[in-house]
């Protein structure tokens, strides 16, 4: 069983769609995240969410928007895509914000053409 | 604030050692280290919770000094399984895991 998935792994689209990914994790986590990982490597915090509510939004445009249903799920929502959205996207999630290990998802790779 | 790894890149031969280093501006509660090899998820290495601890499993370990805000991870006799990019990510008062730019290790056999 995977502790933390994302679908989809692979998502190609035209600048102006909107798409989601989803994340789901097993662990019974608390706390969970989107960082987002561009072409230089850079591991960026983007939200985290503990128990369902939002405890860190970096400064990301209003176009994301992550939604947790419960606190086993969280998804992200992307409207408008820009050329500069292309990135690989991880979701993770963590026992204790800010201080547990962080299981992290396989990483869905989004090229916004 | 992100903190900063040095160096950016190093290349070893197998059985060589080498040591990462991580320092931020502001105060920290934790450090982690994580390793990401090409095309997959970062794996989480250790997580260095109070000043002066250190941690390690084999032959990876690091070390925390909390007054000096730096971290170092230290890789003995280096094997090829340990070429990646490692990330050192530090944790404040504020919930937040910043990781760093990564350095590049590459080891050659």
């Known amino acids: 069983d995977t502790a933390v998935s994302q679908t989809p792994k692979y998502l190609v689209t035209q600048m102006g769609n909107d798409k989601s990914i989803k994340c789901e994790q097993n662990?019974?986590?608390?706390?969970m995240y989107w960082y987002k990982q561009d072409s230089k490597k850079f591991l960026k915090i983007m939200f985290s969410?503990?128990?369902?509510?939002?405890?860190i939004n970096e400064t990301v445009p209003n176009r994301f928007s992550p939604k947790s249903p419960d606190k086993a799920h969280l998804n992200l929502h992307i409207n408008s895509l820009e050329l500069g959205d292309s990135a690989v996207y991880f979701c993770?999630?963590?026992?204790?914000?800010?201080?547990?290990?962080?299981?992290f998802g396989e990483g869905s790779r989004l090229t916004v053409l | 604030q992100q903190p900063v790894q040095s160096p950016q890149a190093v290349i070893l031969r197998e059985g060589e050692d080498a040591v990462i280093n991580c320092s931020s501006s502001?105060?920290?509660?934790?450090v982690h280290w994580y390793r990401q090899k090409h095309g997959e998820a970062p794996v989480f290495l250790m997580i260095?919770?109070?000043?002066?601890e250190q941690k390690g499993h084999d032959k990876i370990s690091a070390s925390f000094n909390e007054k000096k805000q730096q971290s170092s991870l230290y890789l003995t006799a280096s094997q090829l399984s340990y070429s990646g990019t490692y990330f050192c990510?530090?944790?404040?008062?504020?919930?937040?895991?910043?990781f760093g730019k990564g350095t590049r290790l590459h080891i050659l056999p």
């Open positions: 993770a999630s963590s026992r204790i914000a800010g201080a547990g290990e962080l299981f």
């Open positions: 662990l019974g986590h608390d706390t």
């Open positions: 969410y503990n128990n369902k509510e939002l405890i």
């Open positions: 502001k105060a920290l509660y934790s």
């Open positions: 260095l919770l109070k000043g002066g």
């Open positions: 990510g530090t944790g404040g008062r504020d919930d937040k895991i910043i």
